[in-house]
């Protein structure tokens, strides 16, 4: 039998690392399956060259969205085409619900026999559920994160496989004294972490408030370390629109010390997303932000998003604040600070917080197996492996 072939489709960041990692538990699995994608640095770094450039594709927002359209469907057009012309037994299209769906669905239009399989799938339980229909038409096997989601899908026949929270599965604990002994920083001194984003949207609209968040508590102690770390994809764009930041702040861009910085801060102030579990896997107290564009925002709030939350450490326990919360309005440099300096000037106030994170933690566990062996497992036999 040849080795089965297999294209990946990551178009962000946080689906790139998940790619990445799901590729390397297939290739533990199986040495001679055949791996070729569409992706960015992850993918990169296994020897994966990237046909396009995923930096357009990392848009948020309605109005953003239709603005970027155009390139999203000429893109979808290229994507289509180069895995077409691969010829793979089976291809993965990561996260990111609306480019994928259209790479699904002129793959499946030139190619029916090519096995599509969806990696993290649509939040149907928080809004729109009536893209459950629109993929199990699309698509054979979904690979999601939780068990909620499954039962949107079982009037439709997808095939459905629980992966649990990838996050969950990055055992790999930061070493926070490293992180601090290579940049300098006191082993007492008290590490506040800003994780700005990853997409370009969010450097422009919500790292502007984090940062000044971040100056208040610098400005309030000047002992206070900042760390602002964002995303390698993003970090030009963060350098050009904050070019002063390096003079009050220690900065740092590099992925292999992502899990360091985490470990090393006392609290982060986080842009929501997939950051803010790995955050929690690190132990480290967290205030979230949010904004996006106001057409965007009224259309959800008022008829599409189900939910009172957006961290999804709140929305499994049960809708709770656990971990706070500034968005679109409350999304303002002085409120988030206020409550970061509560905490920061309260060393039981962070412990409290460290332990309410890990319980709500607990409730997003899907056994003992990590999500990226479980999908590599379901895709080998979507492939015929």
């Not at 000429?74 to 010829?87: G, H, S, W, Y």
């Not at 007492?188 to 984090?210: F, H, M, N």
Request: aromatic share 6%; charged share 20%.
């Amino acid at each position: 039998m040849t080795a089965p072939r297999l294209y990946f489709v990551a178009a962000e960041s946080s689906g790139d690392l998940l790619a990445r990692e799901v590729i390397e538990a297939i290739r533990t699995r199986q040495p001679d399956v055949y791996v070729s994608g569409i992706g960015g640095a992850e993918m990169a770094s296994l020897g994966i060259v990237s046909p396009l450039d995923i930096a357009p594709l990392s848009v948020l927002g309605l109005l953003e969205g239709l603005k970027a359209y155009g390139t999203v469907v000429k893109l979808a057009d290229v994507a289509a085409d180069a895995i077409v012309a691969d010829a793979p037994d089976a291809v993965i299209l990561v996260d990111s619900w609306g480019f994928m769906l259209r790479v699904a669905q002129r793959v499946r239009a030139r190619a029916p026999h090519i096995k599509l399989v969806k990696l993290i799938g649509p939040q149907v339980w928080a809004t729109r559920a009536g893209r459950a229909k629109t993929l199990a038409a699309t698509v054979d096997h979904l690979l999601c994160m939780h068990e909620i989601e499954a039962p949107y899908y079982e009037p439709f026949g997808l095939k459905t496989t629980v992966i649990g929270n990838p996050a969950l599965s990055r055992h790999q604990w930061g070493n926070g004294e490293a992180f601090r002994a290579a940049h300098g920083i006191r082993a007492d001194a008290q590490v506040v972490l800003v994780l700005p984003g990853s997409r370009s949207s969010e450097i422009k609209r919500v790292a502007p408030a984090l940062v000044e968040a971040a100056r208040i508590l610098k400005d309030s102690d000047p002992e206070r370390t900042i760390v602002m770390a964002p995303a390698a994809s993003v970090a030009a764009q963060f350098a050009e629109a904050f070019p002063d930041v390096t003079e009050w702040a220690t900065v740092s861009s590099n992925p292999a010390e992502r899990y360091d910085a985490m470990a090393a801060a006392d609290l982060s102030l986080a842009c929501s997303g997939t950051v803010t579990s790995e955050l929690a896997m690190q132990g480290t107290p967290m205030i979230v932000a949010y904004k996006t564009g106001w057409v965007t925002w009224s259309l959800a709030r008022g008829f599409l998003y189900k939910r009172r939350h957006i961290t999804l450490l709140n929305i499994v326990s049960d809708d709770e604040e656990i971990v706070p919360e500034f968005v679109q309005t409350q999304q303002k440099p002085e409120l988030i600070a206020s409550q970061a300096l509560q905490w920061l000037t309260n060393p039981e106030a962070l412990a409290e917080q460290r332990a309410e994170q890990q319980i709500a933690l607990s409730r997003m566990k899907e056994g003992d197996r990590d999500a990226a062996e479980i999908a590599a497992e379901v895709i080998l036999e979507e492939a015929g492996a």
